[in-house]
């Protein structure tokens, strides 16, 4: 299974060359000889020059802490930040800047709504009696919080189940999602079977009983167009570094008056209008949330990367994705002895498909193929459950992204092939 241009696959980006050049890890040459061949984007995305340079900029020439500092360097690097939070806005079709919260990653995000929601007062508190609805596919990040949400206030903890072509199973929403139902919170698109759910579907059933919808939109974000307003999501998290952006910075996008009736999650410096010794208030959205120094460079090297997908255009981005999925599931489908866990149209999911080869542990294909300079990942991709529902302890995952090449599917099919021959399986 080969192809020779990237034309012989409709739908790759154009100048996919160009593209590629953009990255410069892409053109590294690892032990043996073997080219880099980078199929782990699921877990981190790799970083183009611009963002690269954008953050080295920032640390060269602007450096300073934002808000604080009444100096030159202060009004810049606070301009550099902020207009990270522009980008990202822009970015998400978001009605107003102010709805762009930055954290450490989309898990603090995640457990920023959970622990607010458990502190809430008023209609917003989950308590006793409340229900709390995720799904069974979910990322550890997105259900351990709400594990212990409901631990610490006496709600119960429900969730959609899953089929088995790895898809939700909404046979019993309406029994799921009723009158006690206070959140509901899954994954736009699953990071272990590549699973991309109805989110509007769920979220306009959700909120006929007044329930808040929460996404994860970590696998999403970075491969899909986005906009929030048609979304029909109350909260939308994502992280920076699977968008081609730095580690250290994620992004909360929540509506408005959500956002204003939640308390803080951390206190802190720059989260408070006044303090005394009895008591403090709290500063306006979405400074409430981002108490301390915040991740300044980051911030500048977030809103450099969305610029640079936003140039690519997320229309392209997307058909890119599934043009090469689709080329990845054809060529995983000539392994003899390999079963793709999910869904097998590359239309009706991500990026990431996760694998098992009959005979070899998860760990040996990942270390065979890694000698061969294909950069896969083996575990339980933190989603054990969903592991746990198909009958299997860990799997392979390959995850392509905007920069894979028909080519590098090629290499990891072969490389699948030599990992069979060298473990002397059927």
């Not at 990255?23 to 043996?32: A, H, M, N, V």
């Amino acid at each position: 299974m080969t192809v020779d241009t990237q034309h012989a696959l409709p739908g790759l980006l154009d100048g996919l060359d160009l593209v590629r050049a953009d990255f410069p890890i892409l053109s590294r040459t690892l032990g043996d000889g073997f080219p880099l061949v980078y199929l782990d984007s699921a877990n981190t995305s790799q970083k183009p020059q611009v963002v690269i340079d954008a953050m080295v900029d920032h640390l060269e020439r602007h450096n300073a802490n934002v808000a604080r500092a009444m100096h030159q360097l202060g009004a810049e690097s606070t301009a550099g930040f902020e207009g990270g939070r522009d980008r990202v806005a822009a970015f998400l079709n978001a009605p107003s800047r102010d709805e762009v919260v930055f954290t450490k990653n989309a898990s603090e995000a995640l457990n920023l709504v959970a622990n607010t929601l458990a502190w809430a007062v008023g209609p917003l508190a989950v308590g006793e009696g409340d229900e709390v609805l995720v799904t069974e596919m979910e990322h550890h990040s997105n259900l351990v919080p709400w594990q212990l949400l409901t631990e610490r206030t006496g709600a119960r903890l429900r969730w959609f189940g899953l089929t088995d072509d790895g898809r939700l199973d909404l046979s019993n929403i309406d029994e799921l999602v009723n009158e006690r139902t206070k959140v509901v919170s899954l994954t736009w698109v699953s990071n272990m079977l590549g699973t991309i759910n109805p989110v509007a579907e769920i979220a306009r059933r959700a909120h006929e009983v007044g329930a808040i919808v929460v996404v994860d939109g970590a696998q999403a974000v970075p491969q899909m167009p986005v906009d929030v307003q048609a979304l029909g999501a109350d909260v939308l998290v994502f992280t920076g570094h699977k968008v081609t952006g730095p580690t250290g910075i994620g992004v909360l996008w929540g509506r408005r008056e959500l956002l204003e009736q939640l308390p803080p999650f951390l206190g802190g410096g720059e989260m408070i209008s006044t303090v005394s010794m009895e008591r403090s208030t709290y500063a306006p959205i979405p400074h409430k949330f981002e108490a301390g120094t915040p991740p300044i460079v980051e911030a500048v090297g977030l809103g450099a990367a969305v610029d640079y997908l936003s140039a690519l255009g997320m229309d392209n981005v997307r058909r890119h994705e599934e043009a090469i999925t689709a080329y990845a599931l054809e060529g995983l489908g000539s392994v003899s002895g390999l079963t793709i866990l999910g869904p097998q149209d590359a239309s009706l999911r991500g990026g990431a498909i996760s694998f098992e080869l009959a005979g070899v542990h998860p760990h040996d294909v990942s270390q065979v193929l890694d000698s061969r300079g294909i950069a896969v990942r083996a575990g339980h991709h933190c989603a054990k459950p969903a592991h746990k529902r198909f009958g299997v302890q860990s799997s392979t995952r390959m995850s392509s992204y905007l920069y894979t090449t028909p080519a590098e599917i090629d290499a990891l099919v072969e490389g699948l092939d030599y990992t069979k021959t060298y473990f002397r399986v059927d």
